[in-house]
């Protein structure tokens, strides 16, 4: 038994479980091994931390632009006059529509998105792959559909609305722009790209790294044949996402959501699938994600290109697990509590980072009995003590500041196992 993966992807992701490892004799789909090596042959440079911006993409991205085999049109501009752009590649029959970034904050997939026109600008000709894409596809892309947000890392364009819930009334220019370039290329694919929440794992298994949707349509989540191809292309992605994943992967709450870009993509009649990127341990930049949705992506594409989406059983995709809220990051289970050097009282206690991806910033979550309480990550210090330091009213509560360190006895000065947090 030996893993199919590629040998440069083994040092890339250390902290990935392979649970479901591919023997050697397998067939392996399109296009996990071709995936890896176009995220990491051809990732941009520049775009190394998450937070980045306007500025800072369309500058990393400029030298793909010298290639002929890559198109840019400028479709307008956000609220601040900052460009929307469309970047386009291919010249086939079938239309597929990506964008990303409508979140301001959600900045994972602009940053695959960046690798994928930088290979389509440069492979060699003999990329089979490449080929095939151009022939077949006509591929748009909206980078960064909410500069004005990314700009300052938040959700919302710059009056403070979600252009997700501006697909109905399409007040926004960046709503507008969205919906505009759907309608004049009649898209018959798409990719609605973001981020989710990081405290959200699947039912009874891990944080959830990838979660996928194919979007209902109507309150009665029907499966017309618009959503059906979307939920068959979804099922290419888990499947071919499997053997990295395994369990960290999920499904989006399905629920009719009349307002979003997704649902009505697929009502006008654009199969469309969600990719949100979660977390990965030991990923804060997010750029073994970023390398994740290239894989992903590509996968879809070559299938929605190839037509063999259509035979692909949804099983991978059916059968993921619902996505489910955390409340905490992290739950030091097990211990004892001593306050400013009081008397040891046994109590739990959750964490929450201001930064969940980045794990800055820690306020207590509850203190107590939290035996049933879940979370990101569980430290167990069983008959340890957790010598917490008081805030400025001599006490500690949820959403104060943690600043606690685990140590093998009562005393201030025994042996530290673990801290956290500190005081200005
Ligand atoms: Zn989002």
Not at 55 to 61: G, T, V
Request: charged fraction near 25%.
């Amino acid at each position: 038994m030996r893993l199919i993966r590629p040998a440069w992807t083994l040092c890339a992701l250390p902290l990935l479980a392979h649970p479901f490892a591919v023997p050697a004799a397998a067939q392996e789909p399109c296009c996990r091994s071709a995936g890896w090596e176009v995220a990491e042959r051809y990732r941009v440079e520049g775009l190394d931390d998450r937070r980045f911006t306007h500025e800072q993409y369309w500058k990393a991205l400029a030298p793909a632009f010298d290639s002929d085999r890559i198109g840019l049109t400028r479709l307008g501009e956000s609220l601040e006059g900052r460009a929307i752009n469309a970047v386009t590649l291919g010249s086939g029959p079938v239309t597929v529509l990506l964008w990303s970034q409508m979140h301001g904050d959600e900045s994972t997939a602009s940053m695959s998105l960046a690798d994928l026109v930088n290979w389509f600008a440069s492979a060699p000709a003999a990329d089979t792959l490449r080929q095939t894409l151009a022939d077949r596809l006509t591929i748009t892309m909206i980078p960064m559909l909410n500069p004005d947000g990314a700009e300052r890392f938040v959700r919302e364009n710059r009056v403070g609305i979600d252009i997700n819930r501006d697909a109905r009334r399409t007040a926004t220019p960046e709503g507008r722009i969205l919906r505009g370039v759907r309608d004049s290329i009649e898209a018959d694919f798409g990719f609605n790209l973001h981020d989710q929440g990081t405290r959200t794992a699947g039912e009874d298994g891990p944080v959830v790294a990838i979660a996928l949707l194919a979007p209902a349509a109507d309150e009665e989540r029907s499966w017309g044949p618009v959503r059906q191809s979307a939920r068959q292309v979804a099922a290419v992605i888990a499947a071919t996402l499997e053997p990295d994943l395994g369990q960290r992967m999920a499904r989006y709450d399905d629920e009719f959501t009349p307002r979003a870009f997704g649902d009505n993509m697929q009502l006008w009649g654009t199969s469309t699938v969600l990719i949100e990127s979660g977390l990965l341990a030991g990923d804060p930049q997010k750029q073994e994600l970023r390398k994740l949705n290239v894989v992903a992506l590509l996968s879809a594409l070559h299938a929605i290109a190839t037509g063999e989406y259509e035979d692909h059983s949804t099983e991978a995709y059916d059968e993921l697990p619902m996505n489910l809220s955390l409340s905490n990051d992290l739950l030091l289970l097990g211990g004892e509590l001593i306050l400013g050097g009081g008397e040891p009282i046994r109590a739990d206690v959750a964490i929450r980072y201001e930064d969940a991806v980045a794990r800055t910033g820690p306020r207590y979550g509850e203190i107590g009995d939290l035996a049933d309480v879940a979370a990101v990550d569980t430290l167990d210090v069983t008959e340890m003590l957790l010598h917490a330091e008081p805030g400025s009213d001599g006490t500690i509560r949820a959403g104060e500041a943690a600043v606690l360190t685990v140590r093998r006895g009562r005393e201030a000065d025994s042996d530290p196992v673990w801290s956290i947090g500190k005081r200005d």
